[in-house]
């Protein structure tokens, strides 16, 4: 599948709310949010979402005329959040959009969601995230720790996840240290 630029997402997101006919707020999360926001590159296939886009989908269709993109849209199919992300959401500024809002996952959180699957690619754009802005680590790790307990899944694997993180992003030593610090269950 075809991966998407920040600025080709951006390009169809300003075509879209050219068509939207009245405002609308998308939540935007995944590899989409990481680009957008936070810099990160050659990291999405899609615009995943936490909300449903439904009421705006003819101005999806629209902007596929428009631009030309072909850049898939909808709910992600799995998706865990810390409990408290949504008082967390910021705006993304840019493109200057009218009609249409896009938030986006505070990025520790959207380090945490991309942690639950913790694939490579995540990995990957865990990396690009903080390449860009700093990821605090004492942040992670509460919020990890306090907020995550919900996630559906082998608690174990999550775990492991998390100290795959905490190495990518702070070291082998780091991530050493976590680990001893961290129940055996991850929680």
């Known amino acids: 599948m075809q991966r998407f630029s920040a600025q ?12 939207v006919q009245a405002p609308y707020t998308l939540i935007v999360i995944g590899g989409a949010a990481a680009a957008l926001a936070y810099g990160a590159i050659d990291v999405t296939r899609d615009i995943d979402t936490m909300n449903d886009p439904a009421p705006i ?4 269709e629209a902007a596929k005329r428009a631009t030309g993109l072909n850049i898939p849209l909808g709910p992600a199919g799995v998706a865990d959040a810390p409990y408290e992300y949504e008082a967390r959401l910021r705006r993304l500024g840019h493109p200057r959009l009218r009609k249409l809002t896009i938030l986006v996952p505070e990025r520790h959180d959207l380090v945490l969601m991309k942690v639950v699957r913790g694939y490579e690619h995540d ?3 865990i990396e690009g995230i903080a ?13 990890f720790c306090s907020e ?8 174990e694997t999550l775990r492991l996840n998390f100290l795959a993180a905490i190495e990518r992003l702070f070291g082998e030593a780091k991530a050493d240290e976590t680990a001893r610090r961290l129940p055996v269950t991850g929680r």
């Not at 989908?57 to 999806?60: C, E, N, R």
């Not at 390449?131 to 919020?143: A, C, E, S, T």
Request: charge should be positive; proline fraction near 8%.
């Open 8 to 19: 080709e997402m951006a390009t169809f997101l300003r075509a879209m709310d050219r068509y």
């Open 123 to 125: 990995l990957a754009a």
């Open 148 to 155: 995550m307990t919900h996630v559906v899944g082998r608690p």
């Open 131 to 143: 390449r860009n802005f700093p990821i605090k680590y004492d942040v992670l790790l509460q919020r």
């Open 57 to 60: 989908m003819p101005a999806y």
